[in-house]
């Protein structure tokens, strides 16, 4: 087949790129269902996207994408199952009632992929985070597939090598073909040991909807809706858990914001100049009555009702300066407490600034410029150029918002940073990043 023609289509690649991100979880959850195997699933969906990129430029982008591409991995699926049967016929000369199975096993093949996926998102969330995977293996497999993550975006959450999670993912695939995971929700406990790594993951993944990490776009809401979609679930499926109802209470407040996230160009806006106006209130009243629900089963000190409880804080708050910034700080230290991070510290330091001042802040953030696992890390040079703004600091404040600035890989972010650092010749700015 051709190879596309990309320059007479300028825009396709970016829309193909964009329907795999909302797709692509969904056909490997599906092709797990029917292959139990999440490594040829990936393969399976990984043809079907070069399919796309060779047809759609000259065909164009099919009413039904994600149809489109499900039909495409399910007929390569078929062609695999079918050859592999045929190779095991020769090896071992199998008789007529082995062709009367084969035959069985292909038409079932056929019409599996035609079914609801159901929960199959969920089920794909648990095979990934299998015990026999570590904690870091399954945190990674279930970004890569659930959400469509590359190696390099994966990396950058986790603030560690690229080359480390790259490993990670393919040992982790192999490991779970080996094993023969078998591809359902867990129960018992079982599922209450799989538990907390897939909250993990399902808010690593809302994160990078929330934030993305790289690209073009400050926002993925895609990624959010799956996050959110899968939260509601397990919270239907774990009702006394109370980190479920914590985590779910977390997203649905911060995905809240979305619409005022953004201007009419997709350019950030930060918290404090957000129209509150836009807030959806129907997410924030869920998140709500998820925290109290949480509460309510004796889980308010967990790390996700906990951080939940700080969104709460500026949902309920009519303007940024009516904030309870005192509570705020609080609450980043009662999380601090229960599970140590530089970057609770680092949000720590920024609502310290707000309740007693930059000076404050700075101080703060001046004792976690040694930390390691900072040192790529953009919001670091970002919140200290902030504080050294707002003191007056403009040649140490530009110097921080270029490091920044070069540090992300996301073009919206470093555009913010960018602006900032031009900004450093003029007034003073009261926005915290």
């Known amino acids: 087949m051709a190879s596309p023609d990309l320059h007479r289509n300028p825009d396709i690649h970016r829309t193909i790129d964009a329907v795999w991100r909302i797709e692509s979880a969904r056909i490997i959850a599906s092709l797990t269902r029917i292959t139990r195997d999440v490594g040829v699933s990936e393969e399976l969906a990984q043809d079907a996207l070069v399919a796309a990129l060779e047809q759609w430029p000259a065909s164009g982008v099919p009413e039904k994408p994600g149809a489109w591409l499900m039909a495409i991995a399910k007929n390569r699926a078929i062609d695999r199952f079918r050859h592999n049967k045929l190779r095991e016929r020769k090896h071992q000369e199998l008789g007529r009632e082995l062709k009367t199975q084969q035959d069985a096993a292909v038409t079932e093949f056929e019409l599996a992929g035609d079914d609801d996926i159901g929960d199959d998102l969920l089920r794909l969330v648990f095979i990934s985070c299998h015990p026999v995977l570590s904690t ?3 945190v990674a497999l279930t970004l890569r597939l659930l959400g469509g993550l590359t190696t390099q975006e994966i990396s950058r959450a986790f603030l560690t090598p690229e080359p480390t999670i790259a490993q990670r993912i393919v040992r982790a695939k192999r490991t779970l073909s080996e094993a023969r995971v078998p591809f359902e929700v867990p129960r018992g406990l079982d599922r209450a040991a799989r538990l907390s790594s897939v909250l993990e993951v399902i808010y690593l993944i809302f994160n990078e909807g929330y934030s993305a990490t790289a690209g073009d776009d400050w926002l993925r809401p895609a990624l959010c809706d799956d996050a959110l979609r899968v939260g509601r679930i397990l919270a239907e499926l774990a009702p006394q858990e109370s980190e479920v109802h914590g985590l779910l209470a977390l997203m649905e407040i911060q995905a809240s914001r979305s619409k005022a996230r953004v201007d009419a160009n997709g350019e950030p806006i930060l918290l404090l100049d957000q129209d509150r106006a836009q807030w959806d209130q129907l997410l924030i009243h869920r ?12 889980g308010a000190g967990g790390p996700y009702a906990l951080q939940a409880a700080i969104a709460a804080c500026h949902a309920r708050a009519p303007s ?31 609502a310290v600034a707000m309740a007693s001042g930059p000076a404050a802040g700075l101080a703060l953030v001046e004792e976690l410029m040694a930390e390691p696992s900072l040192k790529s890390y953009h919001l670091l040079p970002s919140v200290r150029g902030d504080f050294l703004f707002k003191l007056g600091r403009l040649d140490e404040a530009r110097v921080e918002f270029e490091r920044a600035a070069a540090l992300t890989q996301n073009a919206r972010e470093q555009k913010l940073l960018t602006d900032r650092a031009l900004a450093c010749g003029g007034s003073p700015s009261s926005n915290p990043i």
């Open 136 to 138: 870091e293996a399954r």
């Open 287 to 298: 998140g709500l009555d998820a925290l109290a629900r949480a509460e309510n089963l004796g």
């Open 320 to 350: 940024g300066e009516e904030t309870d910034w005192a509570r705020i700080v609080a609450l980043y230290g009662s999380l601090g407490q229960l599970s140590a991070s530089p970057i609770v510290e680092l949000n720590r330091a920024v």
